[in-house]
């Protein structure tokens, strides 16, 4: 199997990433909003800005670039806020009429310590990195966060952080002088 070939789902073994699909968009707060699986199997969810909003074109990487707003850094996402740019390749929409196509989108990913990304762990099973950890549906406790078994976050779970980031940027106003 060529690493190419780990790259398809239908290599990574069974689990819920086989029945869902690989990109989804749809609107919140009035924000278009995507989800979309990375080349490694996990989720990463977006939300495009439109042109006016107070954080379309800004970034929270701390470089002091003019780009550079710490509101970015400061919304609460999956991961914290880990892109952001314009439409570009896969990471764009489809625009409703009347709904601009230039978005500035932000952006975060399921693929953090503790997240499971199932083709990633296909590729270093093939490789010999670490022997293969089929996927276990993870008990659902109040202390599950302390164990160090990975979890694979669902497309449930990235629409919601969607929705909540959406609801975040929806309540962001332009500074005041």
Not at 70 to 87: F, K, M, P, Q
């Amino acid at each position: 199997m060529t690493e190419r070939e780990d790259d398809k789902k239908e290599n990574w073994g069974p689990g819920p990433w086989q029945e869902e699909p690989d990109r989804v968009e749809w609107r919140s707060q009035g924000f278009v909003c995507l989800a979309l699986r990375g080349p490694m199997g996990a989720w990463c969810g977006y939300v495009g800005l439109p042109p006016g909003h107070p954080l379309h074109g800004k970034s929270g990487w701390g470089t002091g670039g003019e780009n550079d707003d710490d509101r970015v850094s400061e919304l609460n996402a999956h991961g914290g806020i880990t892109y952001a740019a314009e439409c570009a390749g896969h990471i764009c929409h489809v625009p409703a009429p009347g709904e601009p196509d230039h978005v500035w989108w932000l952006g975060f990913d399921c693929s953090h310590a503790g997240d499971y990304s199932p083709g990633l762990n296909a590729r270093l099973s093939r490789s010999g990195i670490r022997p293969w950890k089929p996927y276990v549906e993870p008990p659902l406790t109040v202390d599950s966060w302390l164990d160090r078994d990975e979890r694979y976050r669902r497309l449930d779970y990235v629409k919601d952080e969607c929705e909540q980031l959406a609801t975040q940027l929806a309540a962001v106003v332009a500074p005041t002088s």
